[in-house]
């Protein structure tokens, strides 16, 4: 096998490669492409490349990013493996502070969700005596919904009708407006329809292309979507002076830019803020709205944290419900998505890949099309389904889990609003490190003075200096968080993105190793 | 709210507001967009478009088509609505015969397969007595595979490592040459995977848009998701005349009228075939593979179904085993995706959504560029990565699930292969019904005689002909069927798709009507 691997040709570094074939297409021009090769006698002495390379690959796909899992995740993984294997590292673990992964830093599941949902997977196990009978009577109930009373056959494309139903009914009980079952699109996790929402939005090309405004600092689903459907993203800055707020001026700003080269039609919030935390006030949510309309914008929010919200005085107010309250013209005229996730929360189900979204004052046609383009891929996995029938359909008091249940979802709570001020003070406590408060989801994304001396070593190294920073810290103390670069910020500012997740003690300790960390750099290349 | 619907524009029908949105944007060019619009105030008094409506959203998705569960579908569930509502219908339940959903047609899920992911969900019933050791056991490894012993956390994005490797340890099983875990990643079902392997691979515009080869009939998927990516189909005929075989000769016809416009570089192959239920020899997979190489074709394998081969002399081959044995310079050079699900098979878990691909000689940068992109939706549900654990990994001989398991798994596929004889055998006694051997997958794909009088009718309704006979079916039997128009067929050829997982007596009862409604529609229209 080893003489064989010859046949293959050598890979050139991507970036030869890229330019390689980008001077061959240009020398082909559009014709069709190479014409038939000859068989494996000719091919046995001369090299071959692949259909598919780095070089020949679909352009949209190379250009994504997603930094929450990018380079400095897959350099943790290694030092894991090399820690298993004894290699000596001046830490004994990784923290992995990088993701909102609630249950991966300890958090435990609640306990109501996971019996529900085992007990849809296996109904031998309702005769079991240990379990609730409200979780019981939930599994009957779901899976009467089910096709033929089983978790293993395919869901209606927008989900079980059933939990359509309930989350309607969840989403009225929060906002005080009315839901339409119809309305509402369950998901593979937020991100699916985020992505399928925006797939319907983006059409055009070169200055017809659509653009489609985002705050940066962003979270990177965001910036990775847009550039695999080949849309504008177009950037509104967060005001870091106020609390990463959301102001309309920089709104008009960026959308009177855009106009000059793409056809702006999307405004994406993600309020609570992911990375920076904010929870967004009333009044901002109706500037956005009023702005929305009169500017003609179909409204994206990501409210997957609206259950995270820590901040005395801060409190989530959802866009649906804005809206409705604004009254007439608003409440008829603006198109609104609305995301909700299972995976953050206080149940941090993220493994389940479950989410919905509830579109409002959609066209019909288009509803129709949303409906046809999920249809594709049949169905939203069927147990995330039930979990979040679980979520949007919890123990009510009397009933046998209550108790436990409210328990559990508080002590969640509360210890992440403790986290979240623990985060803010330690960090401030540092000298070069400025952190605003985080009044909501589930991350500190603090500033950071680098060093001019760092900044260059960085450029050098093809870096960005906050990548430069975390790389470093990453490999002396194992903790690792994601750059601001990743996220997006003002140029000449540096950020990174912590989770408040881990146990309490064990981030007291992780701040105060970062804290310290960044004093023993600044040092170093002062 | 009712006066302030007058605000909306009224709905233009589809095709005319499509017009309309093209001859504005032609007069418009490629200029920003529509400025700014007057404020609430101005708006009150006149029409106002929605930003996203059938005429401006992404033309690529009004392409797509999913016939498994297009407008009749639809329809089916309507009825099933009336049904419920007491409206006398001349049938009383719908047979939704139109999709491989075994769990809906009352097959019983495998219980090692359930209780193993149901203590996954809730390992406080790990407990239980009533629960097998080996069940057990296998939940307790792959709790400790996930990150903090909990489903509910992330997994890595190709998937929990230790299903990975499972999973190569099964391949290698099957086909007795090495497998690599890197090479497999886990998907939310294989649509999921299919759809990625093909963002990759597809680039270019105009003349120079990949062209994507696909077996007529086909699985809508692929027609799907190349109109999604906007590129090329490039349709190569199977051969009625001969059990729907594959014909290196015709890929050759399609291969070389394709590249007069676009740059084929996939070949996909659906074996055993769905729609058509088609098993290949080992000597045109052979062929296959060459064909293959000869033309620098990147090799797409949907094997499914490779647990359903029911035919004698049948046999599934995996590409990948017979490209490893062709020897060099095959092995080395093919490009190949393999993919496989948990929805199929003796399984049918469609609800959980798991399936994985193998990527097989693949340029390591482009591996690098996979991880990439499915990084960006975090990672495949984690119960369903623990099926198909369970699947990979089933009891073995001596263990206590081992009998049951055994036992389950046969009686699955041994009612399945009964059913496709008695589905072959019914229809070939029909006039006007020639139904090729179901030697595998899960359906049949009858060719039907319509009378021309039908095909005139059906025409100038605007509908193809099977979709007139398929909706005529549904109103007046209940039976549910996909027409052979959304599959893809020989011009003035008629089809349907309809599924074997009926239990047997019900299949009976459906294949008689069926052949007695086609009977009567021929009259009908003679």
Redesign the interface.
């Given at each position: 096998?080893r003489e064989?691997?010859a046949?293959?040709p050598r890979?050139l570094p991507?970036a030869r490669a890229m330019a390689a074939a980008a001077a061959a297409?240009a020398e082909r021009g559009?014709?069709?492409?190479?014409?038939?090769?000859?068989?494996?006698g000719a091919?046995?002495g001369r090299r071959?490349a692949?259909?598919?390379?780095?070089a020949?690959?679909?352009?949209a796909?190379?250009r994504?990013?997603?930094a929450?899992?990018?380079p400095i995740v897959t350099r943790a993984?290694e030092l894991e493996r090399e820690l298993r294997q004894g290699v000596p590292k001046p830490f004994t673990e990784v923290i992995k502070a990088n993701?909102g992964?609630?249950?991966?830093?300890?958090?435990?599941?609640i306990?109501f969700l996971?019996?529900v949902?085992?007990?849809c997977?296996?109904p031998?196990?309702l005769?079991?005596a240990?379990?609730p009978g409200d979780a019981k009577d939930r599994a009957r109930r779901l899976l009467a919904a089910?096709?033929?009373q089983?978790?293993?056959?395919?869901?209606?494309?927008p989900g079980i009708e059933l939990v359509r139903r309930d989350v309607a009914r969840f989403i009225e009980r929060r906002d005080g407006v009315p839901a339409r079952p119809e309305d509402v699109f369950l998901s593979?996790?937020a991100?699916?329809a985020i992505?399928t929402i925006l797939?319907?939005?983006?059409?055009?090309?070169?200055?017809?292309r659509t653009g489609v405004l985002i705050p940066i600092p962003q979270y990177?689903?965001y910036s990775?979507?847009i550039a695999?459907l080949s849309a504008v993203q177009v950037n509104y800055y967060l005001d870091e002076e106020h609390c990463w707020a959301l102001d309309v001026g920089e709104l008009r700003r960026a959308l009177a830019q855009a106009?000059?080269?793409?056809?702006?039609?999307?405004l994406c919030i993600i309020n609570p803020g992911n990375p920076t935390g904010q929870v967004q006030s009333r009044q901002c949510i109706e500037d956005v709205i009023k702005f929305a309309?009169?500017?003609?914008?179909?409204l994206m929010a990501d409210e997957v944290y609206q259950d995270n919200v820590y901040a005395e005085g801060s409190a989530f107010h959802s866009f649906k419900k804005v809206l409705f309250e604004l009254g007439?013209?608003?409440?008829?005229?603006v198109?609104l998505a609305s995301f909700h996730s299972i995976s953050k929360g206080f149940?941090?189900?993220?493994?389940?890949?479950s989410g919905y979204v509830e579109v409002v004052?959609?066209?019909?046609?288009?509803r129709q099309?949303l409906s046809?383009?999920v249809?594709?891929?049949?169905?939203?996995?069927?147990?995330?389904q039930i979990v979040l029938d679980a979520v949007v359909n919890p123990p009510q008091p009397g009933e046998p889990s209550y108790e436990r249940f409210i328990a559990e979802k508080q002590a969640v709570l509360s210890a992440l609003a403790h986290k979240a001020r623990l985060t803010q003070e330690i960090f401030n406590q540092a000298p070069g490190i400025r952190c605003n408060p985080v009044q909501g989801a589930m991350y500190s994304f603090p500033r950071i003075e680098l060093p001019p001396r760092a900044v260059q070593e960085a450029k050098a190294q093809g870096q960005a200096p906050d990548m430069f920073f975390c790389l470093k810290l990453l490999e002396e103390t194992g903790i690792c968080v994601v750059p601001g670069s990743g996220f997006g910020q003002r140029e000449g500012t540096y950020h990174f993105r912590m989770t408040i997740l881990p146990p309490t003690e064990q981030l007291r300790v992780l701040l105060q190793k970062l804290s310290q960390f960044h004093a023993k750099f600044t040092t170093e290349y002062s």
């Open positions: 096998m064989l691997r046949l293959r890979r991507a297409a559009p014709g069709p492409g190479p014409g038939p090769v000859p068989g494996p091919a046995a071959r692949p259909v598919l390379s780095a020949t690959m679909n352009p796909v190379r994504v990013e997603y929450v899992r990018g993984l993701i992964d609630a249950h991966a830093m300890g958090q435990k599941p306990t996971r019996q949902s085992a007990l997977l296996c031998e196990l005769s079991e240990s379990v089910c096709a033929g089983s978790a293993g056959a395919y869901s209606a494309s593979t996790g991100s699916d992505v797939k319907l939005l983006v059409s055009g090309e070169g200055a017809g990177p689903l990775a979507a695999e106009r000059r080269h793409c056809v702006p039609r999307v309309f009169e500017e003609q914008l179909f007439s013209p608003y409440k008829d005229v198109e149940m941090g189900e993220c493994g389940f890949r004052n959609v066209d019909p046609e288009v099309q046809k383009l249809s594709v891929r049949l169905c939203p996995p069927v147990p995330g």
